[in-house]
């Protein structure tokens, strides 16, 4: 095969796309260049379908070579290892865009592996590797109908950018990353500040539109060197097998699906399948040995009896409205020792939500293609099997849990204090006890509220709310606070957070053409609306944040220091500092600029460091008295210490009103002394007067005993 390169602009960003040079065993590969970063992505599919499966065993991989940045792995074994926390998250984005694209009833073994080879930051390669998993499954011969590609769409100033540089992001308020093809948007993860609804839907259009040269090349290369398509047919149901189950159990799935009660439903459901495929596929019956089918036909039947239901009926489980919130709970501080806790249950969704708060000690080191960095916000979500009722392993975090996290930290980290205002390192952890849908936005509620309960000063209440859309024969269906059984159903399930005034986060998935500007506005201002209510609701626990942090936590208070004198704290080889800790108790962190955080359960020991602290920093004032010790004499006066390691000179002429012959007559070391502070010069020499000092202090006097305060060394 030839090698072929096309090339397309995104904003101000020029792509190369070549395929038919690199990994040509792979059903379909391209490389990907912007700027410096360089993306190779690959698709394989195996030839014969995996027998005895019910889901599509799709596998997306994103990987990062340190390499890529001229760096060495900083492991024991100096190669990467698992995939990390930002592998995981742009695995799932490839992931939940080519997923939903593949033809129904394809079972192949697949897989897309994404590889940075070469990493720009002014060019991200999340989106290069999104936009390449399109490109290499249409150069492949994968029965891979759709072309879409990858945008990233910023704001700043007002001004909508795609592809924004680093910079343009930190200074924009709308940050997402976005799938579409013309036709449809299927896939929008992201934040805002606070933005409105109509802002949000004009940004994800406006990335639609900015992609139009990605596909047009797309299909260049495809005409040009794409392989013919292998043959795929979903294998059609044994004649008469749809028909039979809907004739045994369409009135028992329809009853089933009027019980309120999850456990109860599932009961139901799972005794059905039970009955039909002993009725129908027993030894002797009609059906024998298709039991897969008749399970599959029974599933069918479910999926179109709740769609209609929703549609057609105007009724959902539980007899809910369309844009009904289920009763939600909310209670703060039941945990007496964490520093902030928070149970939220919405419907059969709960969570138990703990915060943490910590000193610079406790950030997480993360190595990535940028550097190192440090972490000081984190948000950990945990969905242990008993939540649904089910026995399984513990095994860690798995991307799932790890995509929820992300998605409800980044909903609180738009509300959070800046560190100069709130120098504490936070850790939220939410455990779902109960699930029945939407357990990431009980996780955004619930953080909210430990947050709140730990005395964080939020700028503002967030809330979350996962949302459906069906579309039937042209009837459409917005659903607010989706259960699980009604999470799979939709053509559109998104979830949106933020507080009364905007979006802070949002994740959307769209299975389906044809969601234009209306219903996208509609169904976001359902969801602000629903958002609001659950808003009103977590007031009634907690309306702000708490006046003071938990007893509990760590008191960390920031002071400033000049930068000359940074090294006098910290000392030759950190032994000051070090002892400062050891004397104290205190953690201590010392920045760049000069801000010195202290940090400790006792208020105490933090006092008793920042005095510390200030002894050793303190800068002599001109026309201030000190109480200073005597260090040395010499015959033209003496050196007295006023603080710390800060001396000045006392001339002999300056010791007393009358004439001095000898320093010794008046002062002797060790002696202490009022001195006040006659001059600095720029050298940083101190001049000093005892006569000066005492005549002020017994200009002072009020006859009473009382003198002038002064500062003791």
Do not use: W
């Given at each position: 095969?030839?090698?072929?390169s096309?090339?397309?602009?995104?904003?101000?960003?020029?792509?190369?796309?070549?395929?038919?040079?690199?990994?040509?065993?792979?059903?379909?590969?391209?490389?990907?260049?912007?700027?410096?970063?360089?993306?190779?992505?690959?698709?394989?599919?195996?030839?014969?379908?995996?027998e005895?499966?019910?889901?599509?065993?799709?596998?997306?991989?994103?990987?990062?070579?340190?390499?890529?940045?001229g760096?060495?792995?900083?492991?024991?074994?100096?190669?990467?290892?698992?995939?990390?926390?930002?592998?995981?998250?742009?695995?799932?984005?490839?992931?939940?865009?080519?997923?939903?694209?593949?033809?129904?009833?394809?079972?192949?073994?697949?897989?897309?592996?994404?590889?940075?080879?070469?990493?720009?930051?002014?060019?991200?390669?999340?989106?290069?590797?999104?936009?390449?998993?399109?490109?290499?499954l249409?150069?492949?011969?994968?029965?891979?109908?759709f072309?879409?590609?990858?945008v990233?769409?910023?704001?700043?100033?007002?001004?909508?950018?795609?592809?924004?540089?680093?910079?343009?992001?930190?200074?924009?308020?709308?940050?997402?990353?976005?799938?579409?093809?013309?036709?449809?948007?299927f896939?929008?993860?992201?934040g805002?500040?606070?933005?409105?609804?109509n802002?949000?839907?004009?940004?994800?259009?406006?990335?639609?539109?900015?992609?139009?040269?990605?596909?047009?090349?797309?299909?260049?290369?495809?005409?040009?060197?794409?392989?013919?398509?292998?043959?795929?047919?979903?294998?059609p149901?044994?004649?008469?097998?749809?028909?039979?189950?809907?004739?045994?159990?369409?009135e028992?799935?329809?009853?089933?699906?009027?019980?309120?009660?999850?456990?109860?439903?599932?009961?139901?459901?799972?005794?059905?399948?039970?009955?039909?495929?002993?009725?129908?596929?027993?030894?002797?019956?009609?059906?024998?040995?298709?039991e897969r089918?008749?399970?599959?036909?029974?599933?069918?039947?479910?999926?179109e009896?709740?769609?209609?239901?929703?549609?057609?009926?105007?009724?959902?489980?539980?007899?809910?409205?369309?844009?009904?919130?289920?009763?939600?709970?909310c209670?703060?501080?039941?945990?007496?020792?964490?520093?902030?806790?928070?149970l939220?249950?919405?419907?059969e969704?709960?969570?138990?939500?703990?915060?943490?708060?910590?000193?610079?000690?406790?950030?997480?080191?993360?190595?990535?293609?940028?550097?190192?960095?440090?972490?000081?916000?984190?948000?950990?979500?945990?969905?242990?099997?008993?939540?649904?009722?089910?026995v399984?392993?513990?095994?860690?975090a798995?991307?799932r849990?790890?995509?929820?996290g992300?998605?409800?930290?980044r909903?609180?980290r738009?509300?959070?204090?800046?560190d100069?205002?709130?120098?504490?390192?936070?850790?939220?952890?939410?455990?779902i006890?109960?699930?029945?849908?939407?357990?990431?936005?009980?996780?955004?509620?619930?953080?909210?509220?430990?947050?709140?309960?730990?005395?964080?000063?939020?700028?503002?209440?967030?809330?979350?709310?996962?949302?459906?859309?069906?579309?039937?024969?042209?009837?459409?269906?917005?659903?607010?606070?989706?259960?699980?059984?009604?999470?799979?159903?939709?053509?559109?399930?998104?979830?949106?957070?933020?507080?009364?005034?905007?979006?802070?986060s949002?994740q959307?998935?769209?299975?389906?053409?044809?969601?234009?500007?209306?219903?996208?506005?509609?169904?976001?201002?359902?969801?602000?609306?629903?958002?609001?209510?659950?808003?009103?609701?977590?007031?009634?626990?907690?309306?702000?944040?708490?006046?003071?942090?938990?007893?509990?936590?760590?008191?960390?208070?920031?002071?400033r220091?000049?930068?000359?004198?940074?090294k006098?704290?910290?000392?030759?080889?950190?032994?000051?500092?070090?002892?400062?800790?050891?004397?104290?108790?205190?953690?201590?962190?010392?920045?760049?600029?000069?801000?010195?955080?202290?940090?400790?359960?006792?208020?105490?020991?933090?006092?008793q460091?920042?005095?510390?602290?200030?002894?050793?920093t303190?800068e002599?004032?001109?026309?201030?008295?000190?109480?200073?010790?005597?260090?040395r004499?010499?015959?033209?006066?003496?050196?007295?210490?006023?603080?710390?390691?800060?001396?000045?000179?006392?001339?002999i002429?300056?010791?007393?009103?009358?004439?001095?012959?000898?320093?010794?007559?008046?002062?002797?070391?060790?002696?202490?002394?009022?001195?006040?502070?006659?001059?600095?010069?720029?050298?940083?020499?101190?001049?000093?007067?005892?006569?000066?000092?005492?005549?002020?202090?017994?200009?002072?006097?009020?006859?009473?005993?009382q003198?002038?305060?002064?500062?003791?060394?």
């Open positions: 095969m030839e090698a072929k096309v090339t397309a602009q995104v904003g101000n960003q020029n792509i190369t796309i070549e395929t038919g040079k690199m990994a040509k065993q792979a059903d379909g590969s391209v490389v990907l260049r912007a700027g410096d970063s360089v993306v190779l992505v690959t698709a394989v599919s195996a030839k014969d379908r995996k005895g499966l019910d889901f599509f065993p799709l596998t997306v991989d994103y990987q990062e070579r340190l390499s890529a940045a760096r060495i792995p900083g492991s024991f074994f100096r190669r990467e290892g698992r995939l990390t926390e930002r592998e995981t998250l742009i695995s799932r984005l490839i992931d939940r865009s080519c997923r939903p694209l593949f033809p129904e009833g394809y079972q192949n073994e697949t897989q897309i592996i994404a590889t940075v080879f070469s990493a720009d930051n002014q060019y991200d390669t999340d989106v290069l590797a999104l936009t390449g998993a399109s490109f290499a249409a150069m492949s011969d994968v029965p891979f109908p072309a879409f590609a990858g990233r769409v910023g704001r700043v100033g007002g001004k909508f950018i795609a592809n924004p540089s680093e910079l343009e992001r930190e200074q924009g308020d709308v940050d997402v990353i976005m799938a579409a093809s013309r036709d449809a948007i896939m929008v993860e992201g805002a500040k606070e933005i409105d609804e802002t949000m839907v004009e940004a994800l259009l406006f990335g639609q539109r900015a992609i139009e040269q990605l596909l047009d090349r797309q299909e260049e290369l495809r005409r040009a060197l794409g392989k013919p398509k292998r043959s795929f047919e979903k294998a149901f044994t004649q008469g097998i749809p028909e039979r189950v809907r004739e045994a159990v369409h028992r799935v329809r009853q089933a699906y009027a019980r309120d009660v999850k456990h109860e439903r599932y009961g139901d459901l799972s005794q059905i399948k039970k009955d039909v495929v002993a009725q129908l596929c027993g030894e002797g019956a009609e059906f024998c040995g298709k089918e008749v399970k599959q036909a029974l599933e069918d039947l479910k999926y009896y709740m769609r209609r239901m929703i549609t057609h009926e105007g009724r959902r489980i539980g007899g809910r409205r369309n844009d009904q919130i289920r009763s939600i709970s209670e703060v501080g039941l945990l007496p020792r964490a520093h902030g806790s928070a939220f249950t919405r419907g969704t709960q969570g138990l939500v703990t915060t943490t708060l910590g000193t610079s000690d406790d950030e997480q080191r993360m190595e990535s293609l940028k550097g190192q960095s440090f972490r000081k916000f984190m948000l950990h979500y945990n969905f242990p099997p008993y939540s649904v009722g089910e399984k392993p513990l095994r860690g798995g991307r849990e790890i995509g929820h992300i998605l409800a930290e909903a609180l738009a509300v959070l204090p800046t100069d205002k709130f120098p504490y390192t936070l850790r939220v952890v939410s455990d006890l109960e699930s029945n849908g939407s357990s990431s936005m009980a996780t955004v509620c619930g953080g909210c509220l430990s947050l709140m309960d730990a005395g964080v000063p939020i700028s503002a209440p967030v809330a979350g709310i996962a949302m459906g859309l069906i579309k039937e024969e042209g009837r459409i269906a917005i659903l607010s606070d989706i259960l699980g059984d009604e999470d799979h159903l939709g053509d559109m399930d998104f979830k949106v957070c933020g507080t009364a005034k905007g979006i802070t949002i959307m998935d769209i299975k389906i053409t044809g969601v234009d500007k209306q219903i996208l506005t509609d169904a976001l201002n359902q969801a602000r609306a629903g958002r609001l209510h659950i808003l009103s609701e977590m007031a009634k626990a907690i309306e702000k944040p708490r006046a003071d942090i938990s007893k509990y936590a760590p008191k960390i208070t920031t002071i220091i000049p930068v000359s004198r940074i006098d704290v910290i000392g030759p080889g950190g032994k000051v500092i070090k002892d400062i800790i050891a004397r104290t108790g205190a953690t201590i962190d010392i920045e760049d600029d000069g801000s010195v955080a202290i940090a400790s359960a006792s208020s105490e020991s933090v006092d460091a920042i005095k510390m602290i200030r002894a050793l303190q002599a004032e001109v026309g201030k008295i000190y109480l200073g010790t005597v260090r004499i010499m015959e033209f006066g003496a050196f007295v210490e006023i603080f710390p390691g800060t001396d000045g000179l006392v001339h002429s300056d010791l007393a009103n009358s004439r001095v012959k000898k320093v010794e007559d008046v002062l002797k070391e060790g002696d202490e002394v009022l001195v006040k502070v006659v001059s600095v010069d720029r050298s940083g020499k101190i001049r000093l007067s005892r006569k000066e000092a005492l005549a002020e202090q017994a200009a002072h006097g009020d006859g009473k005993g003198a002038v305060p002064t500062a003791k060394a």
